[in-house]
């Protein structure tokens, strides 16, 4: 149902851009969201997107460097990310959530998950 790309190994300062892929089915999903978890940690909301309305959501920690949106003509959500730094390495996730979600950053309110693409910033 979804599937990440875009990861890989960037210096610190640097830029990738994620992919997700979605399925039909999923895409008009209530919210896209982008999650990353680093070794030891917990998983963390990073960023979300309403389909609706395309209202948008982020972690403080990444405010102002990286901006979700989606393109219906590819079915696909992207999280372009600027000002990298070494902190921002994690396997990075997308997910979809429907109505009963009662917090954006709740992972366990989401229905579906990708696989993961690792993202690692070297300083």
């Known amino acids: 149902q979804l599937a990440e790309s875009g990861g890989g190994l960037v210096q610190a300062g640097g830029s990738l851009r994620l992919s997700c892929a979605v399925s039909?089915?999923?895409?008009?999903?209530?919210?896209m969201a982008w999650f990353r978890q680093a070794p030891g940690k917990e998983r963390e909301f990073v960023a979300g997107?309403?389909?609706?309305?395309?209202?948008?959501e982020y972690a403080d920690s990444v405010k102002g460097r990286w901006t979700i949106s989606r393109d219906y003509a590819s079915s696909t959500v992207y999280l372009q990310m600027n000002s990298l730094k070494p902190e921002d390495t994690a396997l990075y996730y997308c997910?979809?959530?429907?109505?009963?979600?009662?917090?954006?950053?709740?992972?366990?309110?989401?229905?579906?998950w990708g696989q993961g693409t690792q993202v690692t910033v070297s300083s």
């Open positions: 997910a979809a959530g429907g109505p009963r979600l009662s917090s954006w950053h709740r992972a366990g309110d989401y229905d579906y």
């Open positions: 039909a089915r999923t895409f008009g999903y209530y919210v």
């Open positions: 997107i309403r389909y609706r309305d395309g209202t948008t």
